[in-house]
């Protein structure tokens, strides 16, 4: 299970986050950490070698918070689960174990994805890149007073951010001055290597010469792309919730903390304002950072017949929103027989049904009467669109479940399937698609916190509960 988020709500157990005796942990599996886990044999359907190599990388992200101050060893159980938002077995509750944990943080990775997904419990910084490395701390605010408490993850740079990728809304002319005027100062007044996508790079290039600095990539080549995480230490967008769907979709393993700049319409995962980038980003480069770690989707589809070599070469897709199974453009109900851990659940008939994340509560699933939920609690929604009955209400599945949603082979019609309403596919009958909680959220820089900025949102973005107040006059108890 994925610790992190769900002590966020066991309000009980919460404590400030303590540590010590972390960095022989660190230490030791630095020395541990190579790439001899590449040859890690695949059980799970994550058996391509960029999978692999992004697991090795993805133990290269985070470094466990070190804090001299308290040390107990439910501290730094605790940490560990926030640190990376992976779980942690049971049985590993003290330093030594952690230290155990971690030099095999590959191999139970593997298994974790095979199960559900999960990621290793420890991470750390790998030495091969020249990535800066970050520590991630969890702790409470607000535990001493009769104020609103506020879980809060918060990233701290251990070495110092050297490389950004900037990723920008298409065919918007005020965001591509916006862009230029950052690459500009980025490199001006902070020195940074800077990533730009290969139209963004030729656009800067028509304007000034000045800008041949800026690195890209081959247009189209996607083993390029899946490797900029080993390049990349954060990520910029500069446009709505769609460009940073657009940037968490480049990365098919670990995501670097994306800092997201409104330029859009909505602008939901997109609370800093792109008029005051410079002071942000000096926030930024400077650290710590409140973040919200948002989790991901991870789907692969099943071609009829399967093949029992499915496991090892089907290809997956990330989402941070959702995955849509609909009815495209066939006039009949769809019909989907689901399965969850292996048992049959339900059958969907009508529209579709749509499987998010919490983040993506507010988007689409929000809009087919799904629930709006915190984008920290961990969970899969499960909601339908248009069902033709009057009892199929949307659920919310804990996070560690894997469904399989089936086209039955005497459906009337193929299904479609879409990936945070991108990349459409053809769902014939016999095909399933089945999706489980990814090992890689996009860590996501807060304008305050998690929460905060969650509340914010559905109040300016959607006008949550928006009424007009009762007046004072009229009929009432008091008297
Ligand atoms: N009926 C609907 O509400 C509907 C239909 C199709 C797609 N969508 C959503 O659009 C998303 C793709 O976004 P896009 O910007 O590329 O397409 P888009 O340009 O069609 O915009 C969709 C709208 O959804 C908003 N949105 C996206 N993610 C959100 C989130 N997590 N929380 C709150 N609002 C969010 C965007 O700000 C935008 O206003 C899909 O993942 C899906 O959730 C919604
Ligand atoms: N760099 C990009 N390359 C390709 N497509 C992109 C890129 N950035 C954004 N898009 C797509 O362009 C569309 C519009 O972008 P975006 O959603 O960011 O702007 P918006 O619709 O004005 O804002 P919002 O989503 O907040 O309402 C989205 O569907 C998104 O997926």
Redesign the pocket.
């Known amino acids: 299970m994925h610790q992190i988020t769900r002590n966020f709500f066991r309000r009980n157990q919460r404590q400030p986050i303590p540590i010590s005796g972390m960095a022989s942990t660190s230490s030791n599996v630095n020395s541990t950490d190579d790439t001899s886990a590449l040859s890690i044999k695949p059980k799970n359907g994550l058996s391509r070698s960029t999978s692999l190599l992004n697991i090795t990388e993805s133990a290269a992200q985070i470094l466990i918070q070190q804090n001299p101050v308290q040390g107990t060893d439910d501290h730094v159980e605790k940490l560990s689960e926030a640190s990376t938002s992976l779980s942690l077995p049971e049985q590993h509750s003290n330093d030594k174990k952690i230290e155990s944990l971690a030099s095999q943080s590959t191999d139970q990775f593997e298994q974790g994805c095979g199960n559900n997904g999960k990621l290793p419990d420890v991470v750390v910084k790998d030495n091969d890149t020249r990535k800066a490395s970050f520590k991630l701390s969890w702790r409470v605010e607000g535990e001493q007073s009769e104020q609103h408490k506020h879980d809060i993850i918060s990233l701290t740079w251990a070495s110092h951010p050297m490389t950004v990728l900037i990723?920008?809304?298409?065919?918007?002319p005020p965001v591509d001055l916006v862009c230029e005027d950052m690459v500009r100062w980025l490199k001006d007044y902070k020195n940074l290597e800077i990533y730009v996508?290969p139209?963004?790079r030729k656009y800067l290039l028509e304007k000034s010469p000045y800008f041949e600095f800026v690195h890209t990539w081959r247009d189209g080549d996607d083993t390029e792309i899946t490797l900029l995480h080993k390049e990349v230490d954060f990520v910029v967008?500069l446009?709505?919730?769609?460009?940073?769907?657009?940037?968490a979709s480049k990365f098919k393993g670990p995501v670097p903390p994306v800092v997201p700049f409104?330029?859009?319409?909505?602008?939901?995962?997109?609370r800093f304002e792109s008029e005051r980038y410079k002071e942000t980003l000096d926030s930024i480069l400077k650290g710590p950072i409140n973040i919200t770690l948002r989790h991901r989707l991870l789907c692969r589809v099943i071609k009829y017949p399967a093949k029992s070599s499915d496991d090892e070469t089907e290809d997956y897709t990330l989402v941070l929103n959702e995955v849509t199974i609909d009815r495209g453009e066939s006039a009949y109900l769809t019909f989907l027989n689901c399965f969850c851990d292996g048992s049959f659940l339900t059958s969907v008939q009508g529209d579709g049904l749509i499987l998010s994340t919490t983040s993506g509560s507010t988007a689409y699933s929000l809009a087919a009467g799904g629930s709006m939920v915190h984008p920290q609690v961990p969970g899969i929604l499960f909601t339908p669109i248009c069902p033709h009955s009057l009892s199929f209400r949307p659920l919310i599945m804990p996070e560690h479940v894997k469904i399989r949603v089936e086209v039955p082979r005497k459906s009337r019609s193929h299904a479609w399937a879409s990936f945070?309403?991108?990349g459409r596919i053809e769902l014939k009958l016999g095909d399933a698609l089945e999706i489980s909680m990814a090992p890689w959220p996009v860590p996501t820089a807060c304008l305050e916190n998690s929460t905060t900025d969650f509340f914010n949102s559905i109040h300016e973005g959607l006008h949550w509960n928006l009424r007009k107040a009762q007046n004072f006059d009229g009929p009432t108890d008091l008297n």
Do not use: Y
């Open positions: 990723f920008t809304k298409l065919k918007s996508e139209r963004v967008t446009g709505g919730d769609g460009t940073v769907l657009w940037a409104s330029l859009g319409s909505l602008g939901f995962m997109t945070d309403g991108k």
